[in-house]
């Protein structure tokens, strides 16, 4: 193991924190690339520092939302996880159950049907909107899983920190900055000579304590840093500005039409409904082994949608549209055939919640969100341990030229990224304001 002295170490969080010097750059070439280092340190440092409080709650309650399911079958076991039996009820029956249970139901909305032969069958009806669960061998009512359970109040705080709209913009800003501390802290961590082993690939376990703490805040970042950029990329889709121009572009190009315009039946308006068993037993044949969700009629002589999906992968692999009375598939859409941005919209959610492989990127993303949590922590314990004496020691402003592509780049991601844009803007103009009060 390594024995050499601190200021020799290359790493990204290397000695200087609190004392407004960044890491040391002795193996760097003075100049353009040690002014650059600096410039980027600086706004790792403080972008670290402003979303600390919010990153560590996205990550916490994100980490409990990846095992959603799984946690929702411990707490909720009465409803959601039956004992399979040696035959099903039918369909109809079990909706027929669902309705006489829920008082004021007028309709169901939505069908959800399982692949696994334990999962109860869950449904939504209006006007409640609550998902509600019927035993599929038995036909018995089992309960709902009301509006404002334990995981809706997960993820209202872990979207809008309970705070409505004003939460939701905390929270996209936070998404953005956490992608500039992930490349941020790649750039910085980035070894400077091809053989350095430990304290960038591997802690320094048996070093001084600051040096085991830095060590464990560089490397642990690195490890989780791609994973991270995905999971805040993909949950920019769910922030407050950033998905309305995701919808608006959804729009424009006409990608969602497909799901959001309702279809018409050939058959005439007074012609038989099929039983509902009819219908998923066509769906299941056109595309078996997959979890199924059947989108009941929105318009009269409106068409079933059966949607396929699967425990990985996209939301939705295959859509079909099923005339109610004849059973006629009307269209039959793959998603390798839509438009890309309806492709992303459809991968987004597996990809943010880790499920895309399974239960091994699961633990994964809970990996990268747990060392998430832990990163702003030890950022502030190493600037806190290194700052000088009755000074708060914070990293001094660079007066020097930026690097053309640096700047073409920070202008792209700030109009890609407008709410992280116009915090940019502000942060620059508040130093722009400090450093004239100062001179005066």
Same mark, same amino acid.
């Given at each position: 193991?390594?024995?050499?002295?601190?200021?020799?170490?290359?790493?990204?969080?290397?000695?200087?924190?609190?004392?407004?010097?960044?890491?040391?750059?002795?193996?760097?070439?003075?100049?353009?690339?040690?002014?650059?280092?600096?410039?980027?340190?600086?706004?790792? %440092?403080?972008?670290?520092?402003?979303?600390?409080?919010?990153?560590?709650?996205?990550?916490?309650?994100?980490?409990?939302?990846? %095992?959603?399911?799984?946690?929702?079958?411990?707490?909720?076991?009465?409803?959601?996880?039956?004992?399979?039996?040696?035959?099903?009820?039918?369909?109809?029956?079990?909706?027929?159950?669902?309705?006489?249970?829920?008082?004021?139901?007028?309709?169901?909305?939505?069908?959800?049907?399982?692949?696994?032969?334990?999962?109860?069958?869950?449904?939504?009806?209006?006007?409640?909107?609550?998902?509600?669960?019927?035993?599929?061998?038995? @036909?018995?009512?089992?309960?709902?899983?009301?509006?404002?359970?334990?995981?809706?109040?997960?993820?209202?705080?872990?979207?809008?920190?309970?705070?409505?709209?004003?939460?939701?913009?905390?929270?996209?800003?936070?998404?953005?900055?956490?992608?500039?501390?992930?490349?941020?802290?790649?750039?910085?961590?980035?070894?400077?000579?091809?053989?350095?082993?430990?304290?960038?690939?591997?802690?320094?376990?048996?070093?001084?304590?600051? &040096?085991?703490?830095?060590?464990?805040?560089?490397?642990?970042?690195?490890?989780?840093?791609?994973?991270?950029?995905?999971?805040?990329?993909?949950?920019?889709?769910?922030?407050?500005?950033?998905?309305?121009? %995701?919808?608006?572009?959804?729009?424009?190009?006409?990608?969602?039409?497909?799901?959001?315009?309702?279809?018409?039946?050939?058959?005439?308006?007074?012609?038989?409904?099929?039983?509902?068993?009819?219908?998923?037993?066509?769906?299941?044949?056109?595309?078996?082994?997959?979890?199924?969700?059947?989108?009941?009629?929105?318009?009269?002589?409106?068409?079933?949608?059966?949607?396929?999906?699967?425990?990985?992968?996209?939301?939705?692999?295959?859509?079909? %549209?099923?005339?109610?009375?004849?059973?006629?598939?009307?269209?039959?859409?793959?998603?390798?055939?839509?438009?890309?941005?309806?492709?992303? @919209?459809?991968?987004?959610?597996?990809?943010?919640?880790?499920?895309?492989?399974?239960?091994?990127?699961?633990?994964?993303?809970?990996?990268?969100?747990?060392?998430?949590?832990?990163?702003?922590?030890?950022?502030?314990?190493?600037?806190?341990?290194?700052?000088?004496?009755?000074?708060? @020691?914070?990293?001094?402003? &660079?007066?020097?030229?930026?690097?053309?592509?640096?700047?073409?780049?920070?202008?792209?991601?700030?109009?890609?990224?407008?709410?992280?844009?116009?915090?940019?803007?502000?942060?620059?103009?508040?130093?722009?304001?400090?450093?004239?009060?100062?001179?005066?």
């Amino acid at each position: 193991m390594s024995t050499e002295p601190v200021k020799k170490t290359t790493t990204a969080a290397d000695g200087g924190l609190g004392s407004g010097e960044p890491p040391s750059a002795n193996t760097r070439q003075s100049g353009i690339g040690d002014r650059l280092y600096r410039v980027v340190w600086r706004w790792h %440092f403080y972008a670290g520092m402003i979303i600390t409080p919010a990153l560590i709650v996205v990550a916490a309650t994100g980490a409990l939302y990846i %095992f959603k399911d799984e946690l929702e079958a411990v707490i909720y076991p009465e409803v959601t996880y039956v004992e399979p039996g040696t035959e099903r009820a039918s369909y109809e029956q079990q909706i027929a159950a669902a309705h006489a249970a829920v008082p004021g139901t007028q309709r169901t909305i939505l069908l959800h049907v399982f692949t696994n032969p334990k999962r109860a069958t869950s449904m939504v009806l209006a006007p409640s909107g609550q998902y509600v669960y019927v035993d599929p061998y038995r @036909g018995h009512y089992l309960g709902a899983i009301a509006r404002g359970s334990f995981f809706d109040s997960v993820l209202d705080l872990h979207r809008t920190l309970f705070l409505g709209t004003t939460g939701r913009i905390i929270i996209e800003l936070t998404t953005c900055w956490a992608i500039v501390l992930a490349v941020t802290g790649i750039y910085l961590w980035w070894p400077r000579t091809a053989n350095q082993l430990w304290g960038a690939w591997l802690p320094r376990l048996r070093q001084k304590p600051y &040096v085991v703490l830095r060590d464990l805040h560089a490397v642990s970042g690195f490890y989780v840093a791609i994973v991270a950029i995905v999971i805040s990329l993909t949950g920019l889709i769910y922030t407050y500005v950033w998905s309305r121009g %995701f919808q608006y572009a959804g729009q424009k190009t006409e990608a969602y039409d497909m799901f959001t315009k309702s279809m018409v039946c050939k058959s005439p308006p007074d012609a038989k409904d099929l039983p509902i068993d009819r219908i998923i037993e066509i769906a299941q044949q056109r595309m078996p082994g997959n979890n199924l969700i059947v989108w009941f009629p929105r318009i009269p002589n409106g068409v079933y949608l059966v949607t396929a999906n699967n425990d990985r992968g996209p939301q939705v692999n295959e859509m079909l %549209f099923i005339d109610r009375a004849s059973g006629e598939i009307l269209e039959d859409r793959y998603i390798s055939r839509t438009k890309l941005i309806y492709q992303l @919209g459809s991968w987004n959610y597996t990809l943010h919640v880790g499920s895309v492989w399974g239960l091994t990127s699961k633990v994964l993303w809970l990996v990268t969100c747990v060392i998430l949590m832990t990163l702003p922590v030890t950022g502030i314990w190493m600037w806190w341990q290194r700052r000088p004496t009755g000074r708060l @020691g914070l990293p001094r402003r &660079v007066d020097a030229a930026r690097p053309r592509w640096l700047v073409v780049t920070v202008t792209a991601t700030s109009i890609l990224l407008p709410v992280l844009g116009l915090s940019v803007v502000v942060l620059l103009v508040g130093e722009y304001l400090l450093q004239r009060l100062r001179k005066r």
